[in-house]
């Protein structure tokens, strides 16, 4: 079974830019998370999607980022315009309906100049 | 809110020993507990989950105890190897569902030194 896949890996821009992250869930998992991970910290949940329908959005900064999920099966988060602090991982995790271990992404790692 | 608080922050061991991880949380209305471990670079690892009627899991070398009414949770490494070198991280879930965001703590970074 293949894994929670994340691209790009890494990603490095000037402040002001936008920036695009994707992921693609594990096959057949209703639940997509996205979550932020700070340097030295845990992850923190952005955004959590029940197939299409973002359930779970009160942690996403609205002004700068969004979110979609179309078809319900892989997402977009976006980033526009960046700021310094967002520099951190960005991890997309899944888990199948009726199933509670939430699965990882590798992350990608986004660092703003 | 719910506040997961992980002790120590790190934690360097010689080969062979067992050790213990600490986890707690403010809100004892979980539904479960999952420890991850998460490799430099790399995404997170789930290694056990307790839901909040249980006492402990176990899975090989890793046992994981819950004490749901203090709020407590620890991580148990017998036989520590170099390749357990990683940050464990707890995480809770809170009572509505199994979908429910997990809350995680800072981690604690683990050196097995051989």
């Known amino acids: 079974e293949a894994g929670v896949v994340q691209s790009p890996r890494y990603k490095i821009i000037e402040k002001k830019q936008p920036v695009a992250f994707w992921c693609n869930p594990i096959?057949?998992?209703?639940?997509l998370y996205w979550y932020r991970q700070n340097l030295g910290q845990g992850p923190e949940l952005l955004i959590r999607y029940e197939n299409e329908e973002a359930v779970d959005d009160s942690q996403l900064p609205k002004d700068r980022f969004s979110a979609e999920r179309l078809k319900g099966v892989d997402s977009t988060l976006k980033i526009q315009p960046a700021e310094l602090g967002d520099s951190a991982v960005y991890l997309c995790?899944?888990?199948?309906?009726?199933?509670?271990?939430?699965?990882f992404g590798p992350g990608t790692r986004l660092l703003v100049l | 809110k719910q506040e997961v608080t992980q002790i120590p922050a790190a934690l360097s061991v010689p080969e062979g020993e067992n050790l213990v991880l600490n986890c707690s949380f403010t809100?004892?209305?979980?539904?479960?507990l999952q420890w991850f471990r998460q490799d430099p670079g790399k995404g997170l690892t789930s290694l056990l989950l307790i839901q909040s009627s249980q006492r402990e899991q176990t899975s090989g070398r890793l046992n994981a105890s819950l004490d749901k009414s203090s709020g407590r949770s620890t991580l148990y490494i017998a036989a520590s190897q170099p390749g357990d070198s990683a940050t464990y991280l707890c995480a809770v879930r809170r009572g509505d569902s199994g979908n429910t965001p997990l809350v995680f703590g800072k981690g604690t970074r683990l050196s097995v030194i051989a």
């Open positions: 096959s057949g998992h209703n639940t």
């Open positions: 995790a899944s888990s199948g309906q009726g199933r509670e271990t939430q699965y």
């Open positions: 809100d004892s209305a979980i539904y479960n």
